[in-house]
């Protein structure tokens, strides 16, 4: 399987997938803006990530809007989250052959790049 979940107005995403060409290797692209994530996609990614909070971004806005800072968070809460406002996903979430590379910190950037040289 080869999927990207993005935002196509986010400016960090798009810049990792022109930096990566991944949208040129035979990935199916996913606007989670426009295409909502099903609790199945998230539970696969959940998986492979390891936890809903891992697939969290506290960079989204509405967290601080929202007073999450403030609140301690469940698993279920960070799954809840999720699937209601997709800004909360951290972006962008690659998937490619059962490995996922999620979110834009430097070390997760250059393992993608090693996985889709392959």
């Known amino acids: 399987m080869k999927k990207i979940y993005h935002l196509g107005n986010c400016t960090t ?3 990792i997938i022109k930096d990566t060409q991944i949208d040129r290797k035979g990935f199916e692209m996913q606007d989670i803006k426009f295409e909502k994530i099903s609790p199945s996609q998230l539970e696969e990614m959940k998986k492979m990530a390891g936890s809903y909070e891992s697939l969290f971004s506290r960079r989204a806005m509405k967290y601080k809007e929202m007073g999450l800072k403030d609140k301690k968070l469940e698993e279920k809460d960070y799954r809840d989250y999720i699937l209601e406002e997709y800004t ?5 979430v690659v998937i490619v052959n059962n490995k996922i590379f999620v979110g834009s910190e430097k070390k997760t950037v250059e393992a993608l790049k090693k996985e889709v040289a392959q």
Do not use: C
């Open 13 to 15: 995403s798009q810049a």
């Open 88 to 92: 909360f996903l951290k972006r962008p």
